[in-house]
Every structure is written in C-alpha cells, then in structure tokens.
C-alpha cells in the first residue's frame, strides 16, 4: 500500500513536471511555428503585389512597344500611299497593315478614320465591327487629348482575352489623321512569360456571366483554374463593390502536386465596356516555408531531448524524496513494535531530516519513559522522571531522608451512601486526580493510593534538598486545589469535601519491595506510622486544623520563612516511646 | 498638367457708311496674344459671293521649314509650293478636304495644289519630320489671320447677321458666336471670346547628327 501511494506521488511529480514542460515547448512551438507562417504569407503576399506590379509593366511594355511600333507605322511612307488614294484600295490598306503584323510582330492590327470607321483590318475574324472596343478606345483618347489608349476587350467568336492598344497615324505630327489599333492575345503563352520571371501562378478569369467563370488563360492545370475561377465567383458573388479579394488557401492537392497551399492576391482589371476581369495571382507556401520548416523540426528534436531529460529529473527526484518517507514509514512500524534503541539515520539536512531527528527524539522519550516505568512501577511527573534518570536511583534498598504526606478524604463514608457506586468512584477519582496533580506539581512520587487515602514521597525516589519545603508546599497546594474542587461541586449542588494532611520527615528505608514477579519501590519505617499518625490528628476539632506536620519536619525546611507553625502539642505514636511535637501549618 | 489658353476674341466694329470693319483680339488665359490663328465670318442671311484670287498663293520650302505656318483661302484657290532649299522634299496631306503628296521634288521645282473644298489641310513632308503647315479653306470671303499682337480684322462687312468663326491650330473645335451688325451700327463693338487651347506639341527640328524625337 505504502509502495503504491509512494510510486504515485512520483508518477504525479514526474506528470506535473512533463505536463509542464509540454505546455511550454507546445506554445513556444505554436508560436514559432505561427510567427513563421505569418512571415512566409506576409513574404508571399509582398512576392504577389510585386508579381501584380511585373503583370502591370508587361502589358506597359507592350502598349509602349505599340506605340513605338504606331509611330514607326506612321512614319512609314508605304501607308501613305496607299491612304492618299481617293478612294481607299481595302485590299491592299489590309495587305499593307498585314506585312506590318510580320514587322513587329504584333497579331492583329486595324485601321480606323477620324470618324472611327474600320478601313483596314489583318484579322476580320476577330475584329470585324466598325462601332467595337478599338472605336470606343479611340473615342475616349480623342475626348481627353490622349496620345495614345488601352484596354481589355474579348474578341472573336471564342471571346479570347485580347490587350488593345490604340495610337493615332499623324499627318504630320501632332495632326491625327487616322487610328491604329493593335490587338495582343493575353493566352497562356503570355501567362508563362510572366511566370517565367516571376514563379507566379496566374490566372485571368472572367466573371461576365457569374455563374459560369471563365478561364481565359492561366498557367495552371485547367482543373486548378477552375477551381480558381470558382473561387473568384463567389468572392464576386458574396461581395459587392469588390476591388481585391484574398482568396482563402486552395487546398493543395487540386492545384499541384506538390501539395502545398498557395497564398492568392486578386487584382481586377477594367475591360471596354465590359465586366472587369480578375487576375488571379498566386504563389505556393511551401517553398516560403521550407527554411521555418527545418528550423520547427530542430526545434521538435531539441523539445524531445528536452522532455526526457526532465523525465529522468522528475523521476531522481521523486525518489529522492519517496525514499527516505519510506525509511520513516518503516521506521514508525519499528517503533510501534516497541524497538526505541534503533535510530533512523537520514543525512540529511532538509524537513525530512527534521522529521527523523524528531522520530528519534521520540524515541529517546519513550524509552526513558519504559525505563523509569520499569523502575518504580509508578508514574512521575516527566521532571522527576528525568532526574531519576539523570542521577540513577538506588533502588536495591537504601536508608535515606524522605518527607511523607498522608491525606485523607473528610466525610467519604457518609458520602459513600448517598452516592451510586459508579458516581461516587467518579467523584474520588476526580479528587484523586487533583490532588495527585497538585502532588507531582512539587515534585512528590505518589507511593499509593490507600483507598480514598493517598500516600506521596518526597525525596526519594530521587534526593530532593528541599524535600520538606515541598511537601508542606504541596500541602498547601493541596487545600487551596480542594476549595477550588469544592466551588465546583457546589456549582453542581453536592456538598463540600474535606481533606486532612499529615507530614512528616524521617529516616526510612527505600526500594523495591514486593516478589520477584511484581516489585514496587516504597518506602518502609517508623516515620512512615508517625506521618500516618499525624494525620489522624486533623480530625481532631480542637486543633483547629486540617494540616499538621512533625518537629522533624519543621526542622528539615530550608526555607522556614514561608511556614507559621503553631505548635498542638505533642502525641504518642503505637510502639515508640518518644512523643513527636506537632504544628499546624498555614501559608505565610 | 496640359496648359490651357485661351482666345479672347475682341470684335471691334466700326462703321463706315454701309458696311463695317470687324477687327478680332485673340488672348490666351494668361492674357498673351495668340498668332496665327484663322478668323471668318460666315453669313447667315444670303450667302457670300465667292472669288478666288487669279494669280496662285505660294508656299515655300525654305531651309527645310514651309514659309507660311498657317495660310487661310477660299474654295477654289490655288497655291503653289516652289522648293527653294538645298535639299528635296516630299509634301504632302491626307486630310480629307484635301489629299495630295509632291513625289519628291528637288530644288528650284514646285508643286502645284488647288484647294476645292473647305476644311484643313494639314501639310507634312516626309522627308523632314518637323515640318508642318496648315492650310484652312474657307467657304466665306470674309476671314483673316491674326498676327503676333494677337489682332484680325475683316474689313468692310455688310450688315446682317454672321457666325464669327475662330480656328487655330491647338484648338479642338472652332470657336463660333453669332454676331449682328445693323446698318445703324456706328460705333465698334468689343466682344470677347474665351477659347481652351492644347498643348503645343510639335517635333523639335534634329541637330546635326542626333534623331529628332517627339516632345
Ligand atoms: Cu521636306
């Protein structure tokens, strides 16, 4: 049972302690783990406004390339000749604009007059509407004094995303005599090109009809883009008025087979005349993360480490202190069994320590107090005890100066029967008990108890100087302990005791008396008659008193300044032929 | 910021007997006189009898510039364009009033245009970038061309009513204002216009050497 308890306390210790440890490497862990989350987005979201910005320099570059290719078409002379004609050959107007298509390399390029009317045109399958994007780009340029316009436009049966530009053919500059318009196809070339430079994944994706987007290009998978179109719907779709919309992580697995997450940046571009179309951007987690991941592994390894070393701490320790608590239980049963002579020896210095020393102290006290049992078969009060012990007492029979007390219980016998056994045993024993108390409180051993008599030593069995002073002292003490009885038992509607005392001092000879099989130390002699004598006086009215002590006593009292005697007169003791002077004592 | 000016035009009106001199003050927003700018009026009550002059204008190429910058006429005028430089030139216009191109013509020759429908006519020269020239032809006899202090007038107008008419080149659209001059009309009037004009964006004339560029 011990065992177990004790094994429990150490499992609770080493619990607590790992518990706690695991808590702490935990939210250090999560927060670091978090810390470096929140960094690779924020690193990737600044990749992302970075690859939102290239988007914007790519189609920059290729509006300035259309207006560095207009101007070099309208300095061309080949143009002008064929527009100088009244009125214009289309044929070969588009022949002409379709050999500059091969010059510089942009697909598709238009004509348009001041009046915005399509003249010539390289591709009618795209463009093939005289009142279409290219027109209102060139409206608005000329409206607000632009050099040149640009814009987003679907064309063509399939609706395929086209950049346009326009840029006006000046005759001479600044005075615009017609329009160009250039048309460049934003596919998936285009996209590849942008995630060439830049590792970003991008997706254009159409919202015109919300419950179908459209990929219009992408480098992704076409499953992923769609589900990046999806995405950007209902984020149109949930709210109004949307400009950027972050997009929550698209799990992985649908977008790459890296299995990774991809932080998304939503940029809408504005389209002629139409709905503005998102351009998604986005770039994978992982390899933002790959460094913080190392780093979180590092720092598993090192909690691990860290977890066991306290477990075998937790583990030392709660041994440490299991032990010696089992030491001491073990012990306990030791000195139950009645063993007061072997010691604990714990070195140690902290409260188990205390408690050991403690445990042996106890020890020391129970065998003195077997010891001093053993010697007087008496109980003493603990000063005695340890005088006894200190000094040894001759027990084997020793003629020795003792003062003896007799006391006697007052009108017992007439209480006797009045009272119900069981009470009146209560109310002796309660009258014992005082007086005894009052007795070993000077220092007296009570010898014995002679029915509702008692019988104390003074001097003996240790040697008191002062033996006489006592046991007048406890005399006394005596007296004023039965007027406090009797307050008491008036309290409770009895009658009052009485009390008679008789001291004497005498030579007597001491020790253990009895058979073998039960010793008992007294005292035996004639003082001890003469001090049973002296007491039957008190109950002689005339006296006046219930304390009376002999000659022999008075004369022993180092301190006769306390005692007024009052000589009685003298008595005549059975079998001795000397008479003994007695004195009544009061208190000074 | 693209500047903006602005054209105040100051009809002054005399008059002298039957008819009136109207003289036009064309200010920019900052109070400059504006140059070169076209002013007509058209008649609204029976329309002006039109004559064109008998001998032809001209326009030179000289020093790789045109000698007039902006050159008002009537339908039906001819101008000639004589090259006096040193090197060719290759004039040309594909505006709508007026498409015409001078295959390349050397020094000491000329082409020759006649101007038969109203409108502007922008002049370019594809050998030289930077040269320009306007021509505005003009259905009204009645027009003039402001000078550097900003002034036109247009003498001996009949009384009637007109549409006063502004055109210069960094102008968008013509400035008009209907204007009546009575036959009792003897003291001149001061009216002001107040016109927006673009930028002045032109191609400045290459160094030796260097490529011109537009500004
Ligand atoms: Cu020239």
Redesign the pocket.
Known sequence: MAWFRFRRFSIRLLALLLGLLCVTLATTYSLVSSANDASAREHARASLELGARLFETAIRQRIDLSSVTSSLMSADDAIKQVLLETPIDTKTLNSTLASYTQRVGAPAITLFDLERNLLGNTRPDLIDETEGPFAYLIRRASEREMPENNGFSYLGKSRDLHALVVAPLYAPYPNIAYWFGLAFPIDRAFAEKLKETSRIEVTFVSTEDIAHPRVLATTLPDASAKIVADAVALGRRTRAQLTDLVLPDVPAKALATEGDHYVTLVKTHDMVAEDPISIVLQIPLGPELAAARDLESFLIVVSAAALAAAAILALLIARGVSQPVQQLAAHTHVIARGDYKTRLALDRADELGQLADAMNAMSVGLAERDRVRDLLDKNVSPEVAAQLIRDGAALGGQEREVTILFADLRGFTTLSEKLPPTDLLALLNRYLDRMSTAIEAHGGVIDKFIGDGIMALFGAPVAQGDAADRALAAALAMERALADLNRELAAEGRPPLGIGVGVNTARVVAGNIGSHRRLNYSVIGDGVNVAARIESETRKPEHRTNLITSAATLAALRDPEKIFPRLLGKVYVKGRAESVEIFAVAAG | MRPLAFVCICAAISLRASATDVAFRLVDAVGAPVADAVVSLVALDAPAKISPPAEPLEIA?NG?EFSTFVTPLVVGTTVNFPNEDKVS??VYSLSPAKKFVFPLYKPGTRGTVTFDQPGVVALG?N??DW?RAYIVVLGTPLFGKSARDGTATITAVAPGFYRAEVWHPRLGKNETREISLAASDITARTESFTLALKPDRRIHRSPEGSGGGYK
Do not use: P, W, Y
């Open positions: 190429q790789q030139h290759q020269c050998i030289h040269m």
